[in-house]
């Protein structure tokens, strides 16, 4: 599922880039924001939940002219659950 996301999210790039190319470059900054969310299981551990968000530039494209570029956001995403004594240990 997150592959599938994944290439979801380079097509949506990819379809992108033409229009941004044929207007003048503008400055923008992206706001994704990463989450970390800490909760209790109702055995006592600790759920740990925790979203990121990276951009990577892609170059050399196969199928697109050399001087295009692809901007890819990756999203990861993650759970995990800890023992009650091994979160609080300082």
């Known amino acids: 599922m997150l592959r599938a996301r994944s290439l979801?999210?380079?097509?949506?790039?990819?379809?992108?880039?033409?229009?941004?190319?044929?207007?003048?470059?503008?400055?923008?900054?992206?706001?994704s924001s990463s989450t970390i969310n800490a909760s209790k299981a109702a055995d006592g551990s600790q759920l740990i939940e925790v979203r990121n968000v990276t951009y990577e530039l892609a170059t050399n494209v196969p199928g697109r002219?050399?001087?295009?570029?692809?901007?890819?956001?990756?999203?990861?995403?993650?759970?995990?659950?800890?023992?009650?004594?091994?979160?609080?240990?300082p």
């Open 65 to 89: 002219p050399p001087d295009e570029f692809l901007v890819l956001r990756k999203t990861t995403h993650s759970k995990e659950t800890v023992a009650t004594s091994a979160w609080m240990r």
């Open 8 to 31: 979801w999210l380079a097509i949506a790039a990819a379809s992108l880039i033409p229009a941004l190319l044929a207007q003048p470059a503008k400055v923008f900054q992206p706001q």
